[in-house]
């Protein structure tokens, strides 16, 4: 029976691709305000602001690669059962092989009806402006949680982060719930790793490695798989 790895992994895993992450120095959260684009009232007063960013960082993906960090834990796949429970809405971790992940927050290449929330369409890396609407006639929106909005994929992560037999946390500052919640939920006495190489207030048992993800997490999988 293999092993069970479970990854919990947030902006810092795709920093070294090129993509900011939001509260490091030259963090997203530094040139935007969160109310002016990431929450369903500035959707609502400003759907071309939010559009715009949304469309900025889409555009971004096109132009960027998965790193070391994301492929390792893609061949981890060779050797241990993996589930990638992600805060991140970008498709790095799928690019670089990974074939079992769970998005938290939503994904960029997607979009939904702001009408009819059932209808996601894939979006790839195109923009999307006001005026394109849904097979029934609302305006289309970015498939991302805001702020204020609930978490589908929680219930589905809450489930999965107990049957770990390794956690891993990487590139989170574990500042945003329900995400943060999940490192709670591991088994006691299961092993939880945090690959990060700034500050992260985690669990006191958690080994940390100071270290970037593209360092760090193909180090951690080969001393994994080599056992
Ligand atoms: N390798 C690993 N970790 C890194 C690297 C790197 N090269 N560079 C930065 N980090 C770490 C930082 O030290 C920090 O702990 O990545 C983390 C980034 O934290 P945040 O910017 O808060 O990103 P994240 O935790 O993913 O934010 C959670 O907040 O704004 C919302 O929805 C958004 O999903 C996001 C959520």
New binding site residues.
Partial sequence: MKEHVVVLT????S??SGLS????AD?L?ERYA?EDV?TPEAFARNPELVLDFYNQRRRQLKDVEPNAAHRALAQLERTHRVTIIT??VDDLHERAGSTNVIHL?GELTRVRSSGHPHLVYERGYEDIYLGDMCELGTQLRPHI?WFGEAVPMIEQAAEIVPLADHLLV???????YP?AGLVELVDVGVPVTV????E?QTLSHARVIRE???TGVPRWVEALIAG
């Fill in positions: 947030g902006a810092g895993i920093a070294e992450t939001f509260r490091d963090g959260w969160i990431a805060q991140n927050h949680v990487v590139g989170t500052s574990l500042q945003v995400a690959i990060d190489p700034g992260v970037s993800a593209g």
